[in-house]
């Protein structure tokens, strides 16, 4: 079955630690992004990659950290400089071109303890 | 800054009612428009995209685009209360390789 992965579904972590989100695709998709949702909010841009080996900064790149060695991966490291990283994160994938319809995974809801 | 803009709700309709979305963006030259649904605690999940001035039907759902307007809106006839979700409106703004969304509206269904 084609589609997004994103592991662990929940995540806990103590503050002053890093901790880094998978996002796994078997779409053959060129693209790959990362967002944010807080409650009650739409979803705001972390980082986004159009292609292997490179990445471009979003609207809230700060205390985040990304890198796209692989076609199918694109893992989101929050750092300990992310100043209230409890949220749902959501990773999606497109394939690069004008139109960007994009297709998200199931997301990873991360706590701060 | 490029911005879309939805009502936040909620919007409220009887069972078998035709529910009406709407969204307007800032960017004139938009190329492409998505709407998603997202049930709560769960992802978004992609239902209907329009390129092209015009409606588009897809099942009970139809999207309308007037780009003169800068408005894209989403009609739902029949509504079930399984419909009850936040509908997220997506743009694809010129050249930027990235969508913006609306914060969504959120859709209550009463049966």
């Known amino acids: 079955d084609g589609g997004i992965t994103q592991s662990p579904k929940y995540l806990f972590r103590k503050e002053g630690q890093n901790v880094t989100l998978s996002c796994e695709q078997n779409?053959?998709?060129?693209?790959m992004y990362w967002y944010r949702q807080d409650p009650g909010q739409g979803l705001r841009l972390i980082y986004y990659?159009?292609?292997?080996?490179?990445?471009q900064k979003g609207d809230i790149a700060e205390g985040y950290s990304v890198s796209r060695e692989k076609k199918e991966s694109f893992p989101l490291t929050v750092t300990s400089a992310q100043k209230n990283p409890t949220a749902f994160y959501l990773c999606?994938?497109?394939?690069?071109?004008?139109?960007?319809?994009?297709?998200f995974g199931p997301g990873t809801r991360l706590t701060v303890l | 800054q490029k911005e879309v803009e939805q009502n936040s709700g909620p919007l409220s309709v009887p069972e078998g009612a035709i529910a009406s979305l709407n969204c307007t963006y800032s960017d004139r030259g938009s190329q492409s428009f998505f709407w998603y649904r997202q049930y709560s605690g769960k992802s978004p999940e992609l239902i209907m995209f329009i390129y092209s001035n015009g409606d588009k039907e897809d099942g009970r759902f139809t999207a309308q685009l007037n780009k003169a307007s800068q408005y894209v809106s989403l009609l739902i006839r029949d509504s079930q209360p399984s419909d009850s979700a936040t509908y997220l409106c997506?743009?694809?703004?010129?050249?930027?390789?990235?969508?913006?969304f609306g914060q969504g509206t959120t859709l209550q269904v009463k049966p």
């Open positions: 779409l053959n998709h060129d693209a």
């Open positions: 997506a743009v694809n703004p010129t050249d930027t390789g990235k969508l913006i």
């Open positions: 990659s159009q292609i292997v080996n490179d990445f």
């Open positions: 999606a994938s497109s394939i690069s071109g004008r139109r960007n319809e994009q297709f």
